[in-house]
């Protein structure tokens, strides 16, 4: 490959490194690397694959258990035979193997109910993780308006200082024509000097805020960021339903109902296990063993012949069954103990159900009147902002022509940009409450 085509390879690949590092991010964009960075989230995924692996071994524990031995022994002296169970006085060597299984035929339940509260753990797990991940979709829906509306108060901010400027070139000429005095130049400039500094805090919040939305995406923070901005719809009203109503879809939409539900469930599924150790156990039982000892003989004692291995232990193999019952009357109060603890457990959980829906109808009834007051408070701010901005026109003909004096003039500039600043949080205030309010009815939030 000649130098050419290195050439062209590495200005491609740089040209791609560059264009990663400068693209724009979407809100969506934003939000799925939240998703999938963010470590409450993955901790939440780790948490429920345990809850898994208990529900695993609950189940596993209705499969009988089966094992193995063998035992190798060298005896010297005065023994015991163990194939023949008479003594001897030689040195010899013995084996033994065996084979077990036991099966736990009644446990008062315990095993059906353990594995009943281990699959409502795993899915009040997954309502978890999705409750985990609407608190990162409600911050990431914060981080991103926040910088949308550090980009409006920055424009407006250079907007005012481009006005102050040209304010200063026309103090200027009315100074050097001799129909101004020099105070109003003086003023002027105090102005734009105010306004530089008012581009400057404005810059400074936006980085910040960008900032922060890379620290709640969990990404490196670099300068090259920025996001992309989407058109708003500001055409914003009332919602058409009751706080109720909204309430109500709430319910069935969102995950840490159902899973505080579950987790209710569950308690009551601990408990009857408890409960289950009052009742008596029935367990079936089975073994094979057979041995071998070096010094086992066939044929009479006068013309003894060797006793091979493997048909030794062929001879020798047995087997056995058993049934056994095992009714509990006295554990020192252990059983006792566990019930009343899961007793108390499932109390708790009732009352978690019951707070996490409170707090969701607080929620939703405070989101319900913050919109309904972003909602007259955006429209009585354009307003204003159409009076303030009228005033403002006309003080800057009357200041002009030498009609009104350079601290009038000021003094409705000032008014002009509040009114901007203003209109502009009240604007991003009403569309992160009403994406919020939508979001709690099960609505995606995009942009």
């Known amino acids: ?236 009203t009332g919602v058409l339903l009751t706080n109720e109503e909204i309430y109500q879809k709430s319910l069935a939409a969102q995950p840490q109902i159902t899973g505080a539900s579950l987790q209710t469930n569950a308690s009551t599924m601990a408990l009857k296990v408890a409960q289950g150790a009052y009742w008596p156990r029935v367990n079936l039982g089975a073994n094979m063993n057979s041995n071998y000892a070096s010094s086992r003989k066939k044929g009479s004692s006068v013309n003894p012949e060797g006793y091979p291995f493997y048909q030794q232990m062929w001879d020798n193999l047995g087997q056995s069954f058993s049934m056994g019952i095992s009714i509990p009357i006295y554990s020192n109060r252990q059983v006792k103990s566990r019930i009343e603890k899961a007793r108390i457990n499932l109390l708790s959980t009732q009352l978690n159900e019951q707070n996490t829906r409170n707090l969701l109808r607080k929620t939703i009834e405070q989101t319900y009147m913050d919109l309904h007051a972003s909602v007259k408070k955006l429209e009585a701010t354009k307003q204003q902002l159409a009076a303030v901005e009228a005033v403002y026109k006309n003080a800057e003909i009357k200041y002009t022509v030498g009609a009104m004096s350079a601290t009038d003039f000021l003094v409705q500039k000032k008014n002009f940009a509040q009114s901007q600043s203003s209109l502009i949080q009240s604007k991003y205030n009403s569309i992160f409450i009403r994406k919020i309010l939508d979001f709690y009815q099960g609505k995606a939030i995009a942009f």
């Not at 024509?177 to 734009?192: F, H, N, R, T, V």
């Open 1 to 236: 490959m000649n130098r050419i085509t290195w050439l062209f390879i590495t200005m491609f690949l740089a040209s791609g490194l560059a264009d990663a590092q400068t693209k724009s991010w979407t809100f969506q964009q934003c939000l799925d690397t939240a998703l999938q960075r963010n470590i409450s989230v993955n901790q939440s995924r780790l948490s429920n694959e345990i809850n898994k692996v208990d529900l695993a071994q609950s189940k596993a524990n209705r499969i009988p258990s089966v094992s193995a031995n063998a035992n190798e022994a060298v005896n010297i002296g005065k023994n015991v035979d163990p194939t023949t169970n008479s003594f001897v006085t030689e040195g010899y060597h013995s084996t033994n193997m065996g084979i077990s299984g036991s099966y736990n035929l009644f446990n008062g339940l315990q095993n059906t109910n353990t594995i009943r509260q281990y699959r409502l753990n795993v899915q009040a797990g997954q309502y978890n993780i999705e409750k985990v991940k609407n608190d990162v979709t409600i911050d990431i829906t914060n981080g991103y308006l926040q910088v949308l509306l550090d980009n409006e108060i920055l424009i407006a901010a250079k907007n005012l200082e481009e006005s102050s400027a040209a304010d200063v070139v026309r103090a200027e000429k009315m100074v050097n024509a001799g129909k101004s005095p020099e105070s109003d130049l003086l003023q002027m400039k105090s102005q734009l000097a105010t306004d530089n500094l008012s581009v400057i805090n404005a810059q400074n919040k936006l980085d910040l805020d960008k900032v922060n939305l890379m620290q709640l995406m969990d990404i490196p923070v670099t300068d090259s960021f920025d996001i992309v901005v989407p058109a708003m719809d500001e055409t914003l």
